[in-house]
Each structure stands twice: as structure tokens, then as C-alpha cells.
């Protein structure tokens, strides 16, 4: 087991936003937390990438563990720089007055110094030809399906081996949300192992091995993605069913 939430409760301030929720992804996995907005979805990333409040929850109880040794007391930039995981956040959060090269370049600084970047900058952009045509432009003129890909790619810069994903179809034309998805497939093809966070869940479960439906904070239903799928509740609650 890769990464596992055991029982997890944590807070906002005083508000319980997590309730013992307990979860698992397995290398090489695409996995994926459904559910609606509020349900604890991006709450789960967040303490998993170790970020710290505010902005991030409290744990209070329960444990996250990476290869079975307990991260709960590692520092975000560890997770990046030793654990090789990154976070891809919702609403992406790349910096507007760098160029497409400048973002990519700013996710190398925890690299080892004999890192073949200039491999990774040409995987990035083979995965990613619109960027490659961009490198030098302003990120913030970047279209939003662009700037999309430029997260992922920056993400991937970090020399990343598991990637967590915050919502990343939101706010994009259908086109571009099933190209970064065909993308998202082939770096777990590759070896990736993906988190995957997402509103469109039938497009999430069609892409996950597994997925877990977070409700308020719970863990309400698991499966594989066929049997979730097929579940007729969760196809009543989010895939339109």
C-alpha cells in the first residue's frame, strides 16, 4: 500500500470537516474521492499534502501514512521533495506575470542537483504541445484549459511520482476536459500514481481504477469504479441517474 487515511478526523477551526474517514491508494492506482461541494473532498488533499492552517485543516485524530510510516509530522516541502508527491490545486494557482517556462522552472528548486530537467521540460511539453508553442508568454494570458495543462506540468516539474488533483476539469470546455483526461491516463500508464478530486464524477470514475464517495465528511460508499458506476444510488446522487 502507497498511501493510506486512517480514520482521519480533522478541523477548521472549530468546525469538524473530516469524521474518521479512512482510505487507500495502491501504486500505480488512479483513485478517486467523489461527492459534493463541501463533502471533504479537498479537505483530504490538503492533509495529505501536509499543508498547514489556516488555509489547511487541523488533524485531531487518526493518521496518514506513506509506505506504512506516518507523514503527520513532515513538512509540506518534504512531501514535495521527499516523498515525491505534489498537489495540483483547484483553480490552479499558477503565477500570472511568469512566463510558461518561469512557472515550470520555479518547480525545480527542491531537485537534485544532477535531475535531467531539461528531459523533464521536453516530457512536459510533449505531453503538452500548446505549452511548448507558449514558453514564453505571459502564464496569464494563458486560455483556461492552458493554464490547466500548465499546473499539471508544473506539478510534474517537481519530479513528482504520485500526483494529488483538485478538481482540474472545473471551468473547462468539453474538449479540453477530455484531453487533459486522455493526458492524466497515459502518465499513469506511464507509472503515475494519481488522487484524482472531481465534480464530474462519471468522468472521474470512468478514468479511476477505484473511487471512494465522500458525503459530509464520511466515507459513504467504495468500489471500483464499474461497481460505483452500477451503484443506483450514487448514479441517482451524482451521475444524473
Do not use: W
Not at 503538452?128 to 506539478?155: H, I, K, T, Y
Amino acid at each position: 500500500m502507497l498511501l493510506s487515511v486512517e480514520n482521519l478526523e480533522v478541523k477548521y477551526g472549530n468546525i469538524q470537516a473530516l469524521h474518521g474517514i479512512s482510505f487507500h491508494v495502491n501504486e500505480g492506482e488512479i483513485v478517486t474521492l467523489i461527492g459534493a461541494n463541501g463533502a471533504g473532498k479537498t479537505t483530504s488533499l490538503y492533509a495529505i499534502a501536509r499543508l498547514r492552517p489556516p488555509e489547511a485543516p487541523r488533524v485531531t485524530k487518526g493518521d496518514i501514512r506513506f509506505r506504512g510510516e506516518s507523514i503527520l509530522d513532515t513538512r509540506p516541502s518534504d512531501v514535495v521533495r521527499k516523498l515525491h508527491l505534489a498537489l495540483v490545486p483547484e483553480g490552479r494557482r499558477i503565477f500570472g506575470n511568469l512566463t510558461v517556462q518561469e512557472n515550470l522552472q520555479l518547480a525545480t528548486y527542491a531537485r537534485e542537483k544532477n535531475a535531467d530537467l531539461d528531459k523533464d521540460y521536453q516530457r512536459v511539453f510533449d505531453l503538452f504541445p500548446r505549452l511548448a508553442e507558449r514558453r514564453n508568454q505571459r502564464s496569464e494570458s494563458l486560455s483556461g484549459g492552458e493554464q490547466q495543462m500548465l499546473a499539471v506540468g508544473r506539478a510534474l516539474m517537481t519530479g513528482c511520482k504520485i500526483l494529488l488533483l483538485d478538481e482540474p476539469s472545473m471551468g473547462l470546455a468539453p474538449v479540453l476536459k477530455y484531453e487533459l483526461f486522455r493526458t492524466l491516463k497515459q502518465l499513469n500508464e506511464e507509472g503515475m500514481t494519481i488522487l484524482l478530486v472531481e465534480q464530474n464524477a462519471k468522468l472521474a470514475l470512468e478514468l479511476a481504477h477505484r473511487g471512494y464517495v465522500l458525503d459530509t465528511g464520511t466515507i459513504a460508499a467504495e468500489g471500483t469504479s464499474e461497481e460505483l458506476l452500477g451503484n443506483p444510488e450514487v448514479k441517482k446522487a451524482y451521475l444524473g441517474g
